[in-house]
């Protein structure tokens, strides 16, 4: 069965802390590793990766994958409150498996 | 403006009671789903159509129905809502599948009571 899990399942941090939230997979026929950011409303895309080791910024997230190890982070360096949100990470591969989403990382960032 | 849009965005009912849940967007996007998302569970996916005609099972179906007449719409269908149905609801696009971002649209918070 296809699985994604999330590491940690919360996190608190101060202002200006650097964090990095863990997803491993295990998908089928696996094709894409997506990060999602949901505040208190739907999920907003943040990156797709589906080569191995090619790191995608923007601002102050990043997020590299592992196809070997079977893993991904996301990196957020500088947090900011507004950065308090729950991040998902999912899994996509090819034929008719579902996509999967790990049961996300909620991250706080107090001032 | 590319969207996903969802009717209603909140909705109690009480069992038994048939409902649908309208989905849109304007993307010409093959690829839709719908998910629930529920405390301590994260996202599960119920159905997904990759084209028009074309709908298939996702992790948790039972109860549920959809259907894929045109591109642009994706209902989802309760004929019979129970209270284990009390849920977030998203719908979602995509170019494809697998290998593009999906696009959520606002969420329909459901009470079954």
């Known amino acids: 069965e296809d699985k994604v899990v999330q590491s940690p399942l919360s996190l608190v941090v101060h202002e200006g802390d650097t964090v990095t939230l863990n997803c491993s997979y295990e998908?089928?026929?696996?094709?894409?590793l997506l990060w999602y950011k949901q505040e208190k409303k739907a999920p907003t895309f943040l990156f797709m990766l589906?080569?191995?080791?090619i790191e995608k910024k923007s601002g102050r997230l990043s997020s590299i994958l592992d196809k070997k190890e079977l893993f991904s982070i996301l990196n957020i360096t500088a947090t900011q409150t507004g950065d308090s949100a729950v991040y998902l990470c999912?899994?996509?591969?090819?034929?008719?498996?579902?996509?999967?989403f790990g049961k996300g990382t909620r991250l706080s960032v107090i001032a | 403006e590319a969207q996903v849009t969802q009717n209603p965005r909140y909705l109690i009912t009480v069992t038994g009671k048939k409902l649908t849940v309208t989905c849109s967007q304007n993307?010409?996007?093959?690829?839709m789903s719908w998910y629930r998302q529920d405390p301590g569970l994260g996202l599960r996916q119920i159905y997904y159509?990759?084209?028009?005609?074309?709908?298939d099972k996702g992790d948790v179906p039972e109860g549920y129905k959809v259907s894929r007449k045109e591109k642009r719409n994706f209902p989802l269908i309760l004929e019979s809502p129970s209270p284990n149905q009390t849920s977030l609801y998203f719908c979602?696009?995509?170019?494809?599948?697998?290998?593009?971002?999906?696009?959520f649209g606002p969420g329909t918070r459901l009470t079954v009571t």
């Open positions: 998908v089928t026929n696996f094709r894409s």
């Open positions: 979602a696009s995509a170019a494809d599948r697998g290998f593009y971002e999906q696009y």
């Open positions: 993307m010409n996007h093959e690829y």
């Open positions: 589906t080569s191995s080791g």
């Open positions: 159509s990759m084209n028009v005609e074309v709908t």
């Open positions: 999912a899994g996509g591969g090819s034929g008719n498996t579902p996509l999967v």
